[in-house]
Each structure stands twice: as C-alpha cells, then as structure tokens.
C-alpha cells in the first residue's frame, strides 16, 4: 500500500472505499487492528510527542483526515487525491457489513448517545448486528472492565469515539487485550449517527472548507484550529526532512 511520511507519521494513501476494502480484509483476519484518521491536529501532536508518533504508526490503517492532511501530501510530492474522514469510511464499512453478521460494538459518547446512534443505525442498516454499547465516560479504574464487556461482547469489529488523541491513546494501550479483530477511533461520530450532530453541508466538505463551517458552529475550537496554520508551516519548513519510502 502507497504512504506517505509527514512530520514523522505515516498517512496510507487510500481513499474511502480503499479503505473499507482493508478494514473487510482486516475482519478476515485472526488477529487485530488498529484504524485511526490522523487530521493536522494530530500529527503535529505526534511531531512534537515521538511516543505518540510511535502509537500511531503502530496502526494498521492510517487514512488522511482533514485537508491540511490531504494538502501536506501534495506539498511532499505524494499527493493523497482526498480525505478519508473516519466517519465516511465508517458509513461505507457498515453498508458492507449490513448483512454478513460482523458483531460491531458502538463505544464512546455521553450517556444515551449509543443506544441513540443504535437505534437510528438499526432502521437504516436493519440486519446491522450491533452486539453491544458503552458510553464514552468512565475513570481509569473502569477500563478493564470495560474491555471485558467488549469481549464478553464477541465483538468484531469496534467503533471507538472518545475524541482524539483520547480514543487512539485508548486503542494502542488495549491492543492485545481486546479479542476484536479491529478497532476504529472515529471521533465524534456515534454523535453524528444518533442525530445530535450534523455534518457540515457537503458544499462545505467538497471544497476542503469544514473547518470553516465547524468553527462557525463551534467557536471553542478556535484554539485547536490554531494548529493548523503551524502544521502547514512545519511541513513547508521540515517535511521534506523525512524519509519517503
Ligand atoms: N468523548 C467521550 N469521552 C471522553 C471525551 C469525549 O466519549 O472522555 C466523546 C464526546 O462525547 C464526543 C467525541 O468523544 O462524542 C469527541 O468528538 P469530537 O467531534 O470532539 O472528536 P474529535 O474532533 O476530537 O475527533
């Protein structure tokens, strides 16, 4: 699979249905995955945390999130044509898995935010197999068994939405306990499924303008989106400082 390296993270240069194709291949496999959609936000973390770097790449699946992403690709010569948002691939992965069985289990939210995005998932997927769910706030005293409940579960296949770098921190420490054979941290998400949140208009997505509409609607993020005229600038400045292979 083609990849590019950027500020020291490896982005897999694959577009939606790519990579819904890889996750279906994952499910065929007897072991796990990890799938995470690094946006600029992301990997400037990891460009400054090398430890986080480290989990990332440990991934199996690294899609570009974002268009600071899709853009640094160019400016490295490895041009990735578009983003693969985490929810886009999850939408296409559940229309594949809509009738073949795959135990999937929704984690992450505030309370009733789950059993809110199963509910809406189950009338547009009806043969979705949705085995389990778990809201997305607990102390750290809780996480054992909580991979015991997505275990016991039988789940093959787990949404993971706790927010970044929250869910990918989440994912990689778990990695070998968890008997799933993939495990996605999507972000907001479940939030997107159950009706609470709405994405930008497509207008805004197609033209790489999200970020623009998000900030609109929520003005707190004003400081994370500061990241990305740094991100820009430090992959103009140093990206080429990284292997290509
Ligand atoms: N969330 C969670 N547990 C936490 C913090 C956040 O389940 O401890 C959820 C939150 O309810 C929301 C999602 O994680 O549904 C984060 O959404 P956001 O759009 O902010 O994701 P990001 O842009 O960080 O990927």
Known sequence: ?????????????????????????????????????????????????????????RAELLTADGIGVVYASKILKKPIRERAAGYDIARQVLANINDT????????????????????????????????????YFGNDEEEEIVEQINNSGAELIFVCLGAPKQEEWIDRYRSALKAR????????????????????EIFRKTGMEWFYRLCKEPWRIGRMMELPKFAVTVVAKGRNYQQD
């Not at 577009?15 to 959609?37: C, G, S, W, Y």
């Not at 993939?182 to 208009?201: H, K, Y």
Request: proline fraction near 5%; avoid cysteine; charged fraction near 25%.
């Open 101 to 136: 069985g795959h135990k999937l289990f929704l984690f992450g939210g505030k309370p009733g935010v789950a059993e809110e995005a199963k509910d809406k998932l189950i009338t547009e997927y009806p043969k979705l197999n949705i085995v389990g769910i778990r809201n997305g």
């Open 1 to 57: 699979m083609d990849k590019v390296n950027i500020l020291g993270v490896r982005v897999d240069m694959v577009n939606i249905p790519q990579a819904a194709d890889r996750i279906m291949d994952f499910l065929d496999e007897d072991k796990f995955h990890a799938v995470f959609t690094p946006n600029s936000e992301i990997i400037m973390r990891a460009y400054k945390e090398p430890e986080f770097a480290g989990l990332l790449n």
């Open 182 to 201: 993939v495990a996605m941290g999507i972000g907001g998400s479940l939030d997107v499924f159950a009706g609470r949140v709405e994405r930008a208009p």
